[in-house]
Structures are given as structure tokens and as C-alpha cells.
């Protein structure tokens, strides 16, 4: 399994006044490469196109995110996107934040997240399966099971 990788420069809009990313933009980012995935897989306007014709929406049911180093304004954040459980009726988003490698500076991991998302019919806001082309375009995104304690 290879992760979907999406790069984005820090903008200044995206720190607070110590000069860091301040923390819920980086929900902002995984949000950012969910979008990108889409876009990438399956055209420019998949992703409105599923919301506004399918009427089938991801919302985020729970998000979570551990922080280990900061991200400055002109650092390019890279966003690692995997699944972590494609269920039913949801997925499991996981997410790694690095600061890109730049001369002189080696790539360090910034923050890791998880988000599970509700799939639903944006009409009823009801639960509904994830579609089979939602799940062909998951598939190699998602992480094998861990293996057992021996």
C-alpha cells in the first residue's frame, strides 16, 4: 500500500502569531488532500459533481490529531493519506503531516490524524453505503490489518 501524497506551501493565512500552522489548520490540510484525491482520481469536478448530482457526502463523524513538530510559514507541508478501515457505512481517513526536505534541512514528520467520515445521501442525510466506485478508488489506499501480538 502506497499512500496518496498531496504537497501544499504553509501560507501565511495558515499560522498564528508564533509563526507556527496553528493547530486546527492542519484538519484544514487533511481536508485539503481528501479534496486533492478525488480531483486526481477521477477528474476536476468529481468531487462537487458527487455532492451536488450523487448527492453523496462524507462528513466527519470523529477527527483526531497528535502533534510532533511545527510547521513555519514557506515550509511545504506533505500530506499522507491512507485508509485505515473502509467499513460499511464510513471510512477511516489517516493522515501524516512532514515538513517537506529542503536543502540543508532534512523531511520531519509534523502531525498525525485520523478522521472517520459518514458516508451519506445528502438528501435525507441518511446513512448509505460506500458506493463500489468509492471503494475502487479507495482499494489500494487501504492499510492492511495489523498483525497480532506474537
Not at 66 to 95: C, H, K, M, N
Not at 110 to 124: N, P, R, T
Amino acid at each position: 500500500m502506497t499512500p496518496f501524497v498531496f504537497s501544499t506551501p504553509v501560507r501565511f493565512a495558515d499560522v498564528d502569531h508564533a509563526g507556527i500552522v496553528y493547530y486546527p489548520r492542519f484538519f484544514h490540510y487533511f481536508h485539503l488532500a481528501f479534496e486533492e484525491l478525488f480531483r486526481v482520481r477521477l477528474g476536476a469536478r468529481a468531487y462537487v459533481d458527487l455532492l451536488d448530482n450523487d448527492r453523496i457526502g462524507f462528513p466527519a463523524v470523529r477527527a483526531e490529531a497528535d502533534y510532533q513538530a511545527p510547521l513555519s510559514f514557506g515550509d511545504t507541508a506533505e500530506i499522507e493519506l491512507t485508509v485505515e478501515r473502509l467499513g460499511r457505512t464510513s471510512i477511516t481517513f489517516r493522515y501524516h503531516v512532514w515538513r517537506a526536505a529542503e536543502p540543508g534541512r532534512e523531511r520531519v514528520k509534523c502531525a498525525d490524524g485520523k478522521v472517520v467520515c459518514a458516508v451519506v445521501d445528502l438528501s435525507a442525510f441518511k446513512a448509505l453505503p460506500v458506493p463500489d466506485r468509492i471503494r475502487d478508488l479507495l482499494a489500494d489506499l487501504v492499510a492492511p490489518p495489523a498483525a497480532a501480538p506474537a
